[in-house]
């Protein structure tokens, strides 16, 4: 994936920014710091904020180690508490001393030395090309549409060399999409816990879902809405702040007005209340 560089008049701005031109959240995507605003008299920022940023690569959740608790017996109302009173006092009658009377090992607050035996957890870890990551994706919609025995088929659309869209098209889809498509981006979010666990190294590319046309009907109706606040902006003079809205549907109307002559956007706010502000030029 490629990185795009941005500037701000600060930091956060220039981060915000990077996420609209990308089109996701925060979540998915990762940052680099290139140069940071100096203060100068009186606190003043002097200069301007730059970062690098790229949609993050899919990476599998960190696996965790689980203890087994099975060892201790567990009895009503301090059944493990009678439990091992009972075990000190077999030990103390066998002439065994308590762990309490025995001599402590010396502890130390060093570090553990890592020798040579020892291999990083993703040692053995195996990227996968946006081919195999779009695959592990179709794979789980197909059977999710099979769980829910719905008419429908899985489809594939190449957006671009680093972007597919797995579509489900079908009659009656709108258990899958959701009041304001929250379940459509909820199967979003599944799909890449799906692909976390298939997955050792990273997905390349990025996987995103359309359910219905959904996504396409509300791309083009921002697209529309867009470029009519824009023309009354433009027969104005007078700037207009659009309502709170995601990253992606940002991106889109970014996209949109920035096509339209006399006019030009900017974002202001911070998410999730970060909005689209189209100004006249």
Request: hydrophobic share 30%; aromatic share 2%.
């Amino acid at each position: 994936m490629e990185w795009v560089e941005i500037t701000g008049r600060t930091v956060e701005e220039a981060k915000d920014a990077a996420l609209d031109q990308l089109g996701v959240d925060v979540d998915d995507a990762e940052f680099e710091i290139l140069e940071e605003p100096t203060r100068g008299l009186f606190g003043k920022l002097k200069g301007e904020a730059r970062v690098r940023a790229r949609i993050r690569p899919t990476r599998p959740r960190p696996k965790t180690r689980r203890t087994n608790n099975n060892n201790t017996r567990r009895g009503p109302k301090g059944g493990a508490r009678e439990g091992n009173r009972e075990e000190k006092q077999g030990n103390e009658a066998k002439g065994n001393k308590p762990r309490s009377d025995r001599p402590q090992r010396a502890r130390t607050n060093q570090p553990k030395e890592t020798t040579a035996k020892e291999t990083p957890m993703n040692a053995d870890a195996v990227d996968v090309d946006l081919t195999e990551h779009t695959r592990i994706v179709t794979e789980f919609l197909d059977g999710l549409v099979d769980a829910f025995e719905l008419e429908a088929r899985v489809e594939v659309a190449s957006i671009d060399d680093d972007t597919n869209e797995v579509r489900i098209e079908g009659r009656e889809l709108g258990l899958l999409v959701g009041q304001k498509g929250y379940t459509l981006n909820a199967l979003q979010e599944l799909s890449r816990t799906v692909v976390h666990r298939k997955v050792s190294g990273n997905a390349e590319g990025r996987v995103r879902l359309d359910v219905g046309g959904y996504r396409q009907r509300r791309r083009e109706a921002l697209e529309r809405f867009a470029r009519q606040v824009a023309e009354e902006v433009r027969s104005s003079g007078v700037q207009k702040a659009l309502e709170p809205m995601g990253s992606a549907d940002r991106k889109i109307v970014h996209d949109a007005v920035n096509e339209c002559e006399g006019v030009s956007t900017i974002s202001e706010g911070d998410e999730p209340r970060r909005r689209v502000v189209i100004v006249p030029d």
